[in-house]
């Protein structure tokens, strides 16, 4: 049973928020960074370690593997105990997981290393997300969100070059021990700023143990969050994948120096920032059509890897160009399916939807990453310096199946989903009309008189009561 939500005592959208805001985007971009530090260590970090494609491949699998696998118990915690409590359990695993990496002498010692991060990870994001859907109005939100997910990537940025550089200069103890420690500062300001709600009294589901199963269910068969899965499923790994391992070392085959493909790696993040506040203002204003510009998104994907992967010889520069920009859009793009979160449950299980809707693409990206590892394993035994174009040519291409899986699957629950929406009165019109929260599935049926259409018009600067059973304004 939800919470019972007393009374509004911070402005929404206003000075608090933002604090909140930009303090758990830091740590969120703090867990960007340590989740693609290896993007430019992977060939140095085979050669400490000693170790082949494939057991570099398990350091980011088993990394998304777990983070895949917490997400739906993250957010049945984040429902029951909220942002600010979890998201402190996940900076102090992030911490000492790469503080554990830095100084790791063995393959083991850095896959135990590699999965704490991975936990400490999986909390963060999805935290973040639910303060967002608590502080900011119903406009706002779409917004936020792909503003936290823009400037999150500066965390790829900086385990790009500067990192890179860091490891030449200072050496990989040192680089790793240090962007550890920047989680014990931003533990202290989480603790001092974050607040869950800005209500009175709980902002969370105190559901008991034997409603669990029944409540999972109810989220698991609601065909919005699956076709949120699977937005996420298409249109995420793509990026990740190329950020996270296996984009550099390609680049590098393609003929590119270092520096050339490190800088590759860092107009991919400078081009989802670009992209994600255009994407997330035509899914606040045509949110009927959100999957619609996914699909259109994952097809000029998967077209333009095609003309790479099929290109005699090495792909010019201005088409890998057009390649890493197009490719990086994924990432925005993946953001449609948190918003889709948002039409069709309330907030009270909006930790639950969003966790099972975030396993789709890190189960994409670990699956990608795993499968091009062992073809690269296959066609190159002798290990990462024999690598050539044409192998890296056959082991990108196994993206496409899951390109071709994910559309078909996301079309399907789109169809599901546009039909559970129509069996309640008003919500294809308000759909319809640019409102993504509904009657019957984000809002009550029939909200009281005084609660007008969601507060998202009304002066933020006046508090008001909370819509009951609806937190997120």
């Known amino acids: 049973m939800a919470a019972d939500l007393r009374r509004q005592v911070h402005n929404i959208g206003r000075r608090r928020a933002w604090a909140i805001w930009a303090v758990g985007l830091s740590i969120y971009t703090l867990a960007v960074f340590h989740r693609t530090s290896l993007s430019v260590a992977g060939i140095i970090a ?53 503080f554990g990496f830095a100084l790791a002498g063995t393959f083991e010692a850095g896959v135990a290393a590699r999965v704490l991060l991975g936990c400490g990870d999986a909390m963060i994001f999805t935290s973040l997300l639910r303060l ?65 709600s800005p209500y009175t009294g709980e902002s969370v589901e105190r559901i008991k143990i034997g409603a669990l199963t029944r409540t999972m269910a109810e989220v698991w068969g609601n065909p919005g969050t699956r ?24 680049l590098l085959a393609q003929g ?9 790696l860092i107009l991919m993040t400078a081009t989802a920032m670009v992209a994600g506040p255009f994407i997330g203002i035509l899914t606040s204003r045509i949110p009927y059509h959100r999957s619609t510009i996914v699909l259109v998104l994952v097809g000029a994907i998967a077209t333009v890897w095609a003309v790479t992967l099929l290109w005699p010889g090495p792909a010019p520069v201005w088409l890998l160009v057009l390649l890493v920009m197009i490719t990086a859009i994924g990432g925005p793009g993946s953001m449609v399916s948190f918003d889709l979160a948002r039409t069709f449950h309330p907030s009270e299980r909006y930790g639950r939807a969003t966790g099972m809707i975030n396993v789709g693409g890190f189960v994409a990206s670990l699956s990608t990453i795993g499968l091009i590892g062992f073809v690269l394993d296959r066609l190159a035994p002798e290990g990462p310096s024999t690598y050539t174009l ?84």
């Not at 990537?153 to 790009?160: E, F, N, R, S």
């Not at 076709?227 to 390609?250: C, I, K, R």
């Open 46 to 98: 085979a050669e400490r370690f000693d170790i082949s494609a494939s057991q570099l491949s398990t350091f980011t699998v088993l990394q998304l593997a777990v983070y895949a696998a917490m997400q739906i118990p993250v957010g049945v915690l984040l429902d029951r105990f909220g942002s600010r409590r979890l998201m402190l359990v996940g900076l102090t695993l992030m911490t000492v997981g790469q």
């Open 132 to 196: 967002i859907a608590l502080w900011f109005r119903v406009k706002q939100a779409p917004m936020v969100t792909q503003f936290t997910s823009m400037v999150g990537q500066l965390g790829a940025v900086a385990a790009a070059t500067p990192l890179a550089a860091a490891l030449a200069t200072f050496g990989w103890a040192w680089s790793y021990g240090v962007s550890a420690g920047m989680g014990v500062v931003l533990g202290i300001f989480l603790l001092l700023v974050v607040r869950d």
């Open 227 to 250: 076709l949120g899965l699977w937005v996420h499923f298409s249109s995420q790994f793509g990026p990740t994948v190329f950020t996270m391992l296996w984009g550099y070392p390609f």
């Open 256 to 264: 590119m120096s270092s520096t050339a493909a490190s800088s590759m």
């Open 390 to 473: 044409d192998d890296f040519r056959i082991a990108m291409a196994v993206q496409f199946p899951f390109w071709a899986i994910g559309a078909l699957q996301l079309l399907r629950y789109r169809r599901k989903g546009r039909e559970l929406i129509a069996e309640h009165p008003g919500a294809m019109e308000a759909l319809r009309g640019g409102e993504a929260i509904v009657p019957g599935l984000s809002l009550p049926a029939e909200p009281p008189a005084d609660l007008g259409t969601g507060r998202q018009d009304e002066d933020p600067d006046e508090p008001a009561a909370p819509p009951q059973g609806d937190d997120r304004t």
